[in-house]
T-cell receptor
Framework: EAGVTQSPTHLIKTRGQQATLRCSPI?????VYWYQQALGLGLQFLLW???????NRGNFPPRFSGRQFPNYSSELNVNALELEDSALYLC???????????FGPGTRLTVL | AQRVTQPEKLLSVFKGAPVELKCNYS??????LFWYVQYSRQRLQLLLR??SRESIKGFTADLNKGETSFHLKKPFAQEEDSAMYYC??????????????FGQGTILTVHP
């Protein structure tokens, strides 16, 4: 069974630009979760999508947004990039109603 | 607000010794607790969850609601147990539903 996939593996942007990160969930999973793992801050919950709708959101500014497509894949968009957005962004998938989440390998975003 | 604390950033033991990774949480609702593990150059993966009450790779963890703890234990550590371990909490229902709150992680090193 294929696991959660994320692309790209690495992304380098400059301050003020926009970044788009992509995630494909495990087949059959309807929920996608996004987390940020910044140095010294640990894993922090960003967003949860299920059945195409945003279900929950962490304490991040509105320039962090995303969407979920009909095939349950998801995009995370970060606008007006700041240096502190440099982090590993992890995507996880699961089934709504079940708390178990399966993680992807992550996208390393570097903002210069 | 929910919070997960792993008091030890680093833990070193010798092969064959018992190991205990500590996790304390604060949460007023009905939490579900997990242990996730990340081996070198691998993705984050679920090790065990409190509701399943099973032993995985020789590890066990018991939820102690009185002490609000979910410590991870193994009687005889192996070198292949060396990894980063994260304790995580999920709201079983409520405004934080779908969100995993992670501790800062403990790096376990098992010496030969």
């Amino acid at each position: 069974e294929a696991g959660v996939t994320q692309s790209p593996t690495h992304l380098i942007k400059t301050r003020g630009q926009q970044a788009t990160l992509r995630c494909s969930p495990i087949s059959g999973h309807t929920s996608v979760y996004w987390y940020q793992q910044a140095l010294g801050l640990g894993l922090q919950f960003l967003l949860w999508y299920d059945e195409g709708e945003e279900r929950n959101r962490g304490n991040f500014p509105p320039r962090f947004s995303g969407r979920q497509f009909p095939n349950y894949s998801s995009e995370l968009n970060v606008n007006a990039l700041e240096l502190e957005d440099s982090a590993l962004y992890l995507c996880a998938s699961g089934l709504a109603g079940f708390n178990e989440q399966f993680f992807g390998p992550g996208t390393r975003l570097t903002v210069l | 607000a929910q919070r997960v604390t792993q008091p030890e950033k680093l833990l070193s033991v010798f092969k064959g010794a018992p190991v205990e990774l500590k996790c304390n949480y604060s949460y007023s609702g009905s939490p579900e607790l997990f242990w996730y593990v990340q081996y070198s150059r691998q993705r984050l993966q679920l090790l065990l969850r409190h509701i399943s009450r099973e032993s995985i790779k020789g590890f066990t963890a018991d939820l102690n609601k009185g002490e609000t703890s979910f410590h991870l234990k193994k009687p005889f550590a192996q070198e292949e147990d060396s990894a980063m371990y994260y304790c995580a909490l999920s709201d079983a229902g409520g405004t934080s539903y779908g969100k995993l709150t992670f501790g800062q992680g403990t790096i376990l090193t098992v010496h030969p």
